[in-house]
């Protein structure tokens, strides 16, 4: 075959480490440069397409921009670090992949919540720090979350998983506060519990008062930002648990510890916070409360799903460079 005959193969970049065998998948069909390849550094000027995960793509670089530029593919949802409305300005269609990572957040929230329940975690650095710890001690602030209520911030994909393995696992009822819930999303719900174990209510605060574990699973946008304030926590029971896997930013940090502090509530897990990743120096009073289980933003970063989820976004580009229909486009 002739230089002139080879297909044009797009000028693809990663800005994020992929395993081998996603790059070679990816090379099949683009002209691939992923990190840590010191090449990645010039996406701006040469990319015709880019592979985001906790990567920012800032006004400053659309501005930029070369002339091929036509796609940002974001590795999971959350789109708050990429500057869509200024990529959407210069005709570039950001693409994310909802739902394929949605079933690795739910099990951290799950985890969260059965290791706060129980104390675990408390638990086992007083064990490890050499103290003796005995079967009536560790039994005293444990409860089980059998029959309990799950109040979910956000019902779609992750809530929704979360809210299937609760009721299956605890016979749970679940309450949910979407304003914005996709009608396919309702019927999921519909089609999943009786009316009996679910409730979408109108408020959050009504959720907020009946729940025993609250998971946040919404984006962060300015209308969501401090969305759980201390006006919230107050009205949360005092025995709930909080959980945030979602975004950093839309539970108050300062509000939350007094919460914790004063007794508002009885535990919190938190795996995105404000300011990433957490440390002593930026929160030293919040992740060293006892009630406390802090990760470092890992809800969709275990190993099989952060291949799933690239080999998804790879899938979403070659699809749009085929002239296909292009699917979960993200609006501004």
């Not at 059965?114 to 444990?142: N, P, Y």
Request: hydrophobic share 40%; charged share 25%; aromatic share 6%.
């Amino acid at each position: 075959m002739s230089p002139s005959a080879v297909p044009h193969k797009p000028r693809v970049f990663c800005l994020y480490p992929i395993d081998d065998s996603v790059r070679e998948y990816a090379e099949q069909h683009f002209d691939f440069t992923c990190e840590p390849d010191p090449k990645v550094k010039s996406w701006r000027e040469e990319a015709e397409a880019v592979m985001v995960r906790s990567n920012t793509i800032t006004p400053s670089d659309v501005k930029v921009l070369g002339p091929a530029f036509k796609f940002v593919g974001k590795h999971g949802v959350g789109v708050d670090a990429i500057a869509v409305k200024e990529l959407k300005e210069r005709g570039i269609t950001v693409m994310n992949t909802p739902g394929v990572n949605a079933s690795a957040v739910a099990e951290l929230a799950l985890t969260m919540s059965l290791c706060l329940a129980r104390d675990v975690a408390q638990i086992d650095r007083r064990i490890r720090s050499g103290e003796t710890v005995t079967k009536a001690e560790g039994g005293l602030t444990g409860f089980q979350l059998t029959g309990k209520t799950l109040g979910l911030v956000g019902g779609g994909n992750i809530g929704y998983q979360l809210g299937k393995m609760f009721h299956g696992a605890f016979g749970a009822k679940v309450v949910v506060y979407d304003p914005h819930l996709h009608p396919s999303m309702v019927q999921k719900w519909s089609d999943l519990l009786s009316s009996s174990h679910f409730t979408r209510v109108g408020t959050l605060g009504k959720m907020l008062e009946v729940s025993d574990v609250v998971s946040i699973h919404v984006p962060l946008l300015e209308s969501t930002r401090n969305l759980i304030g201390e006006d919230e926590l107050r009205k949360m029971k005092k025995s709930a648990l909080l959980i945030n896997t979602a975004r950093g930013g839309i539970v108050n940090e300062e509000a939350l510890l007094r919460a914790l502090e004063e007794g508002w509530i009885t535990g919190a897990g938190i795996d995105a916070f404000s300011i990433e990743p957490p440390t002593s120096k930026d929160f030293g009073r919040l992740i060293s409360h006892p009630r406390v289980l802090s990760t470092p933003h890992i809800g969709a970063a275990s190993l099989d799903v952060i291949r799933i989820t690239a080999l998804a976004v790879i899938d979403h580009l070659v699809e749009a460079f085929r002239g296909e229909q292009l699917r979960d486009v993200v609006s501004v």
